[in-house]
């Protein structure tokens, strides 16, 4: 397996500004979860995909916050007119059936 | 609704000694259980679940974790813990019924002293 890659590592942005993450799974892996982590806390689930559906969001998630898997594979998530409270780690992972979760390095989000 | 409690932000343990790292839960339906541990600087990586069958499951670098579906509790556990095992430890949860949400816990340091 050559893991969950996460682009980009760090991204620094200014309130306001749009931002989007991106996610490539593990090939054969078909589901795929984003989390946001803030220091101190564990993952906070985000949303879901199997294949290019999006089956889960979060409630917590605002109208602000959007999700794509458009072709089964790699994943985008899109955060605009961020603020400061998006400022967190946003992960990305992906696993077979009900298994274990595999996870990337995540993205660390900083908005000034 | 679902949650997950990991009752101790620290445990210390001197190497060499078992450890537990306590977890329980509330879940709809049956629970799927998980344990993850995060290095510094390092992504969070599976140590072992619990999906069916035997309730002590065995998992990665030694670690162990028993189902208790009375107590609603899946506690970490390791006869013999080294320094190595320092980090941050996630206890995790998904139900069988009522979605996809896998909740974690707020994590638990582990602080092992040679």
């Known amino acids: 397996d050559t893991g969950v890659s996460q682009d980009p590592r760090h991204k620094i942005t200014k309130r306001g500004q749009n931002v989007t993450f991106r996610c490539d799974p593990i090939?054969?892996?078909?589901?795929l979860y984003w989390y946001r982590q803030t220091l101190g806390q564990g993952p906070e689930f985000l949303t879901y995909?199997?294949?290019?559906?999006?089956?889960?969001k979060s409630r917590l998630l605002s109208d602000r916050f959007s999700a794509e898997r458009p072709k089964g594979s790699f994943s985008t998530l899109e955060i605009q007119r961020t603020e400061q409270g998006d400022s967190a780690m946003y992960l990305c992972?992906?696993?077979?059936?009900?298994?274990?979760?595999?996870f990337g390095p995540g993205t660390r989000l900083t908005v000034t | 609704a679902q949650s997950v409690a990991q009752p101790e932000d620290q445990v210390n343990v001197a190497e060499g000694n078992p450890l537990t790292v306590k977890c329980t839960y509330s879940?709809?339906?049956?629970?799927?259980l998980f344990w993850y541990v995060q290095y510094p600087n390092r992504g969070l990586q599976f140590l072992l679940k619990?999906?069916?069958?035997?309730?002590l499951v065995k998992g990665s670098y030694g670690f162990e974790a028993e189902f208790n579906k009375s107590q609603t509790s899946f506690h970490l556990k390791k006869p013999s813990a080294l320094v190595s095992d320092s980090a941050l430890y996630f206890c995790?949860?998904?139900?069988?019924?009522?979605?996809?949400?896998?909740?974690f816990g707020a994590g638990t340091r582990l602080f092992v002293k040679a």
């Open positions: 992972a992906s696993s077979r059936l009900v298994g274990e979760q595999y």
């Open positions: 090939s054969e892996h078909n589901r």
């Open positions: 995909f199997q294949n290019e559906a999006q089956l889960e």
């Open positions: 879940v709809s339906g049956n629970p799927y």
């Open positions: 619990y999906i069916t069958g035997d309730n």
């Open positions: 995790a949860v998904r139900g069988d019924t009522g979605g996809f949400k896998t909740i």
